[in-house]
C-alpha cells in the first residue's frame, strides 16, 4: 500500500509539474487536456486514499502512534 502511494505522489507531482509549464505556453487546449489528466488522477489517488487509510487509521490506536 505505501509503495503504491508513493508511486501515485510521483506521478502527481510530474503531472504538476508537466501543468505548471503548460501555463507558461500559449496552447490553451493542451493545458486544459493536461488540467483534466491531473484531476483525474488526483481524483483517483484520493478515492484509494480514502479507501485504503482511512480504515487503517481508524484502527489503529492513536497511544500507539505517540510512544513511536
Same mark, same amino acid.
Given at each position: 500500500? %505505501?509503495? #503504491? @502511494?508513493? #508511486?501515485e505522489?510521483g %506521478? %502527481?507531482?510530474?503531472? @504538476?509539474?508537466?501543468l +505548471?509549464?503548460l501555463? $507558461?505556453s500559449?496552447d490553451?487546449? &493542451?493545458? &486544459?487536456?493536461?488540467?483534466? #489528466?491531473?484531476? $483525474?488522477e488526483?481524483?483517483?489517488h484520493?478515492? +484509494?486514499?480514502e479507501?485504503?487509510? %482511512?480504515?487503517? @487509521? $481508524? ?5 500507539a502512534l #505517540?510512544?513511536r
Amino acid at each position: 500500500m %505505501v509503495e #503504491r @502511494l508513493r #508511486r501515485e505522489h510521483g %506521478v %502527481v507531482a510530474a503531472a @504538476l509539474a508537466e501543468l +505548471h509549464q503548460l501555463l $507558461n505556453s500559449a496552447d490553451a487546449a &493542451r493545458e &486544459r487536456t493536461e488540467f483534466d #489528466r491531473l484531476a $483525474n488522477e488526483l481524483e483517483t489517488h484520493f478515492r +484509494h486514499e480514502e479507501d485504503e487509510l %482511512v480504515a487503517t @487509521l $481508524n484502527a489503529t490506536d492513536p497511544a500507539a502512534l #505517540r510512544q513511536r
